[in-house]
């Protein structure tokens, strides 16, 4: 027959060689790939007759490719399982096998076709088992590490402190430890109420330890250290090119950093009216939605908050949210000042005196008696925060080994009169015995502060918790105060 130029058959021949032409240039591909992969690579046929190996295999058996192929896999290679995989059509996975005096960790695998095998693909993973050791160790030390950083993290936004961080034996002191556990159980919004420097934060440490999210995060946030402009995208972050200058991946804010933990509130009363809104949305709703999302966010997270200013009276002066107000105020927690529980002030510096000796690295043997009664009849405006702050300075002036009345601050030598008398005192006792030039402002303001009480006491037909609701003070502050000035024992 003869065959005509454009032709049918012409046509034919000519795709059936650009055919052939385009699967020997696929079959040269795969072959070099399968020659230069990292990995040694052996084929073998159903009856064990080695079809194919690369450069890499035959430099593992020291032979060369042309002394394998064609010879029967179990007379080139050591201790194989080729054979017995093509036999049973079984892959074999990170099996060790001892060639040339090494181990190895090889894959066989069968290629099977319409229920039968073909042929069957080994692949060495490591031409040397040392080679999976080294990479085990690094993987390990990699591993290691990652756990010290996890967990020197886990630390950081962990609980610091306990209920046994609360150094005191003091009636006031045991009522707010008793409340504050009870609260820890449950996943009700905590109010932390107290004048400055008296321990607020300590306390949500310890309620967020004792609770069931002590595993969870705790995070911590100063109201009044934001600037206002920062406040949205700190607390609830923010997405990805929602504003000039935001990092290409976005950022967590304070509450999600917190899910499943407890986000610390300070100065809460500092917060922005603008973003007052916003928290409420997140009391209510348990949700946030960060700068530039497209849709809330669900959050898991326990607000604990707290206030030195009270914030009823924020709310009378337009300044605190109503409603934010009543959603905070579920549970409240007042922390009596140290000047309420004058039976607690040796306790505390007698540990936090043992703190700072091993912080400074300056010893001392302790406080004599004399520097005690000075501690113990002043007022302490600063609470706890002051008290070690004098010790501290105290440490460094001090002659001896023990910290004397001359080692204290004049204000704390000169303060405010207390006499002790079966474990509590009667300070207004002895300032309204003075002559008014004689009287100190703090003895004066404890004369007025008595006088309030009786008063409260006398409206209130000597209905104690009546009294401490019409003075808007807590339970707890208000028997300290009767038993500071012995009201109600005369």
């Known amino acids: 027959m003869r065959i005509h130029k454009n032709g049918w058959v012409h046509h034919l021949l000519t795709a059936a060689l650009q055919k052939a032409d385009q699967l020997e240039q696929a079959m040269h591909l795969y072959k070099t790939a399968l020659d230069q992969a990292y990995e040694g690579i052996i084929i073998v046929d159903p009856v064990g007759t080695v079809l194919f190996t690369n450069h890499m295999y035959a430099a593992f058996l020291d032979r060369e490719i042309e002394q394998l192929i064609g010879k029967p896999v179990t007379d080139v290679v050591e201790n194989t399982r080729m054979h017995?995989?093509?036999?049973?059509?079984k892959a074999e996975v990170a099996s060790l096998q001892k060639i040339n005096g090494q181990q190895m960790i090889a894959n066989r695998v069968p290629i099977i076709d319409n229920g039968e095998v073909k042929a069957v693909v080994g692949k060495i993973m490591f031409q040397d088992v040392n080679d999976l050791f080294e990479m085990n160790t690094k993987f390990e030390r990699v591993k290691r590490?990652?756990?010290f950083y996890k967990g020197e993290l886990n630390k950081r936004l962990r609980a610091k402190?306990?209920?046994?961080?609360?150094?005191?034996?003091?009636p006031a002191l045991d009522e707010v430890k008793k409340l504050s556990r009870r609260a820890a159980q449950s996943n009700s919004t905590i109010l932390i109420t107290g004048e400055s420097g008296t321990g607020k934060e300590l306390l949500a440490h310890?309620?967020?330890?004792e609770s069931k999210r002590h595993a969870g995060p705790l995070i911590r946030v100063n109201c009044a250290a934001i600037p206002e402009t920062l406040f949205e995208s700190e607390l609830f972050g923010y997405k990805e090119g929602s504003f000039t200058g935001a990092k290409k991946s976005g950022q967590k804010g304070k509450f999600a950093l917190a899910d499943k933990g407890t986000i610390f509130l300070d100065e809460i009363s500092e917060l922005p009216l603008s973003m007052q809104v916003k928290l409420l949305r997140v009391l209510q709703e348990k949700e946030i939605e960060p700068v530039g999302a497209e849709y809330p966010e669900p959050i898991d997270v326990r607000i604990i908050a707290a206030t030195n200013k009270p914030l009823d009276k924020l709310v009378a002066e337009g300044k605190f949210r109503q409603d934010l107000f009543y959603r905070l105020h579920v549970v409240t927690i007042d922390i009596p000042a140290l000047r309420e529980r004058p039976e607690d002030i040796t306790l505390l510096a007698d540990h936090m005196l043992q703190q700072l000796a091993q912080e400074t690295d300056i010893p001392v043997r302790g406080i004599d008696q004399g520097a005690k009664d000075r501690l113990t009849r002043y007022s302490w405006p600063g609470n706890i925060r002051e008290l070690r702050n004098v010790l501290e300075?105290?440490?460094h002036v001090k002659d001896g080994e023990m910290i004397t009345?001359?080692?204290?601050p004049a204000m704390v030598?000169?303060?405010t009169a207390y006499t002790l008398s079966t474990g509590s005192s009667h300070s207004a006792a002895v300032a309204s015995s003075q002559e008014p030039s004689q009287l100190t402002l703090d003895g004066a303001l404890e004369q007025a502060e008595q006088m309030i009480i009786r008063q409260a006491l006398e409206q209130e037909k000597g209905n104690k918790l009546a009294a401490a609701r019409r003075l808007g003070v807590s339970k707890s502050s208000f028997y300290a105060k009767l038993q500071k000035y012995q009201i109600g024992d005369e």
């Open 393 to 395: 300075r105290a440490i």
């Open 161 to 170: 402190y306990t209920f046994d961080s609360m150094i005191g034996t003091s």
């Open 206 to 209: 310890a309620i967020h330890d």
């Open 413 to 415: 030598r000169e303060g």
């Open 145 to 147: 590490e990652l756990a």
């Open 84 to 89: 017995i995989v093509a036999r049973t059509g």
């Open 405 to 408: 009345e001359e080692d204290l």
